[in-house]
């Protein structure tokens, strides 16, 4: 039937063919730790630049609150004058402002 030195040589195959199942296995292995770590960095990266771009917002957000704010009492102020020229004591104060004589 099987001569010894077969039975050795296919002891060796067997051998080999669980080595090169480790060997893959330790390959793949460290294929997917290297993926998952890679993962990992790209999601670290696109969280940092999401929060850069968050503050960036509320910066532009916080400066056009203050401009309107600004325009709000501005436009408050104008309010205020114009009810003040459209009765006559503010027109009159006004023009006396501007040096007009009153000759009344």
Do not use: C, H, P
């Not at 990266?45 to 999401?50: D, K, N, R, Y």
């Not at 020229?85 to 006396?96: C, I, Y």
């Amino acid at each position: 039937m099987f001569r010894k030195e077969e039975a050795t040589e296919a002891g060796k195959d067997a051998g080999q063919e669980k080595a090169v199942s480790e060997e893959k296995v330790r390959k793949i292995a460290i294929g997917a730790t290297v993926g998952g770590v890679l993962l990992i960095v790209f999601l670290v990266i696109v969280l940092i630049i999401q929060f850069v771009q968050m503050g960036i917002r509320n910066a532009e957000k916080a400066e056009l609150d203050r401009l309107i704010e600004q325009q709000k009492q501005q436009y408050d102020g104008e309010v205020a004058d114009l009810d003040d020229l459209q009765n006559g004591f503010g027109m009159f104060w006004k023009a006396l402002d501007y040096d007009y004589k009153y000759k009344g």
